[in-house]
């Protein structure tokens, strides 16, 4: 069977006023289908940088990356866009809620995206948010919010469309020990139970029971992946 996702030779340069970082040097990785990756590494090691291009948020300057068979990298912007609609959900770093969308709102908006109606939409969006302990918090906009209910938010909207890919960029990073292990146990859930595949950096160690494996980054490299299971 194919990989969920297969990273093959990836490199990827910043170029910032005359001066190049290399935030990847020549990825090599395959997930499977219905796998839990963790990506650890210390911090400017690339991780972010190699799930943006993953999730076809960034584009490489070398190698191929193929998310269920598909080379995001050569697809029209508009192709791409209905792909990562349909296929994936991300949580970002900053969690990137939009500020005058309250929480329900904001967890409705890849349903929209997929031409969902409004109402049907919100209501699925709450039903997600009791699932991350916020069911009674829908009406509240992002700045009520503390940032670990700001993240659960943005975690819902990631499972809002049941993508079949899950990435996500420091998804516990401002949660206490137990929400955090809330967090992950859902996310395990949905990756066992629904097949799907989950791609999560983390420096939380808390959380490393969770992995079925663990890819360990330094420099921009791949230099072990760890079997867990
Ligand atoms: N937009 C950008 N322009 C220039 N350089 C960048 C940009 N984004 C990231 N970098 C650089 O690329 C390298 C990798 O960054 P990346 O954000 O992928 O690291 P990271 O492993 O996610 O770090 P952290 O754990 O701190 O989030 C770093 O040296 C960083 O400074
Ligand atoms: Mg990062």
């Known amino acids: 069977m194919n990989p969920a996702v297969r990273c093959q030779n ?7 006023g005359g001066q190049k970082v290399t935030a990847l040097n020549g990825i090599n990785l395959d997930i499977a289908a219905g796998e839990l990756m963790m990506l650890v590494g210390p911090s400017g090691c690339g991780k972010t940088t190699l799930i943006s291009v ?12 193929e998310v ?21 959900g991300f949580v970002f770093q900053a969690f990137n ?11 409705s908006v890849p349903l929209i995206i997929n031409g969902m109606k409004r109402v049907e939409a919100e209501r699925k969006a709450i039903t997600v948010l009791e699932h991350v302990g916020l069911g009674e918090r829908w009406t509240s906009l ?7 209910q ?31 292990r809330n967090v992950m146990t859902l996310l395990k859930d949905v990756a066992m139970h629904k097949d799907r595949t989950l791609v ?13 494996r663990i890819a360990e980054m330094d420099d921009g490299h791949i230099i072990k992946v760890k079997d867990s299971r």
């Not at 990836?10 to 910032?16: C, E, P």
């Not at 809620?97 to 967890?107: D, G, Q, R």
């Not at 992002?142 to 670990?148: I, K, Y």
């Open 97 to 107: 809620l939009l500020p005058s969308l309250n929480a329900a709102e904001n967890v």
């Open 54 to 65: 993953i999730a076809g948020i960034l584009d490489q300057d070398e190698g191929s990356c």
């Open 200 to 212: 999560i950096v983390t420096h939380d160690a808390r959380i490393f029971d969770f992995a079925d």
């Open 142 to 148: 992002p700045s009520q919010l503390s940032g670990g």
């Open 150 to 180: 700001q993240q659960r938010v943005a975690i819902a909207r990631a499972l809002v469309h049941s993508p079949r890919l899950i990435v996500c960029d420091e998804p516990t990073s401002a949660l206490d020990h137990e929400t955090g």
């Open 10 to 16: 990836v490199i990827k340069v910043y170029d910032t």
């Open 68 to 88: 269920f068979g598909e080379n995001l990298l050569n697809m029209r912007s508009r192709d791409k866009l209905n792909f990562r609609a349909h296929n994936i």
